[in-house]
């Protein structure tokens, strides 16, 4: 069994208590959002909320189709969303989430070629709903089923094919407060769910459910006819794991937009582990299409800093 959570345990490195089964979920989904510091509670206006913050998806200004793909040390990881805005009922949607190890030869004991290959990976289905309560609150839910699966082609001994799934929730508000808005604040619950059982009841792990706060500041730097051609925003998150709120981890992120078109985007994640560090990324939005670029700057080098790449299209 050792071998068959290789794929996942080098993910513990996003958490000291993070476990193999379901640490992926505490991996950075979306360029937009991880280009902040991963500082998102509070954040909204995109699909990407549905993996931070669901409240957010009730600031979405349209339905929206998404796609998120990052390379990080341990995985592969592709994201696709999709959700539809309705002005009166809220915004509703799916989003599917692979994180892929890639695969790895079994060698037999008294070596020669390889017997078999494990492929192990996880998966994580999202259904979203959220809405506004009056002009000032948003709320947001997402149902989650989490998967871990191996994968066994060929002869794989006694690693061969695993699989365990669990459900889980996340739950999440946001309230606009300020002249025109300028003030958001954010409080989400992640990964609340039951814990992911792959052999028996003795050896499930449980899911990294954490609570988080948040804000974000926006500050108009240049007003031309009435409407904001330059902006700036800040963004603070704290997250801690649930239960336990005397250590917790702390974000911070800032974004320059101008004329809605050309957005730069720096951030921090002070992070409890070896994946702390900076954060820097860009972003064009042309019409419907909105197209992200972050790096992930870690400030160890055990790693190799991760590149995420988004696609967001306005239905």
Not at 126 to 144: C, D, E, M, P, Q
């Amino acid at each position: 069994m050792g071998l068959a959570l290789l794929g996942a345990v080098p993910l513990s490195a996003q958490d000291p208590g993070a476990t193999s089964g379901a640490a992926f979920l505490l991996v950075p989904v979306g360029a937009r959002a991880t280009a902040l510091g991963q500082a998102a509670v509070a954040d909204g206006g995109s699909s990407e909320a549905a993996f931070w913050n669901p409240a957010g998806l009730a600031t979405i200004p349209s339905s929206e189709f998404g796609v998120q793909y990052s390379s990080t040390f341990a995985s592969r990881n592709t994201a696709l969303s999709v959700y539809w805005l309705n002005k009166r009922f809220g915004t509703v949607g799916v989003a599917a989430y692979l994180a892929d190890y890639g695969s790895q030869d079994i060698q037999p004991l008294g070596g020669g070629l390889p017997s078999g290959k494990i492929a192990p990976k996880n998966i994580e289905l999202l259904a979203s709903y959220a809405t506004g309560i009056g002009r000032l609150l948003t709320i947001g839910v997402s149902y989650k089923l989490v998967q871990f699966r191996q994968d066994c082609q060929g002869d794989c001994g006694t690693l061969g094919d695993v699989s365990g799934t669990t459900h889980a929730i996340d739950l999440g508000a946001q309230v606009t407060l300020g002249p025109g808005g300028a003030l958001r604040l954010g409080a989400v619950l992640r990964h609340a769910g039951f814990k992911l059982q792959l052999e028996n009841r003795d050896q499930a792990d449980p899911l990294p459910t954490r609570l988080g706060l948040g804000a974000a500041y926006r500050v108009p730097l240049r007003v031309t006819d009435g409407r904001t051609t330059l902006s700036a925003r800040v963004l603070v998150d704290v997250l801690d794991e649930w239960g336990q709120y005397d250590n917790p981890d702390a974000r911070v992120g800032a974004e320059l937009e101008y004329e809605r078109v050309v957005y730069v985007r720096a951030g921090y994640a002070f992070l409890h582990s070896e994946s702390r560090g900076a954060s820097v990324g860009v972003g064009l939005r042309f019409e419907r299409v909105a197209v992200d670029l972050t790096r992930v700057l870690y400030q160890t080098s055990a790693f190799d800093d991760p590149l995420f790449l988004g696609l967001r299209i306005s239905l």
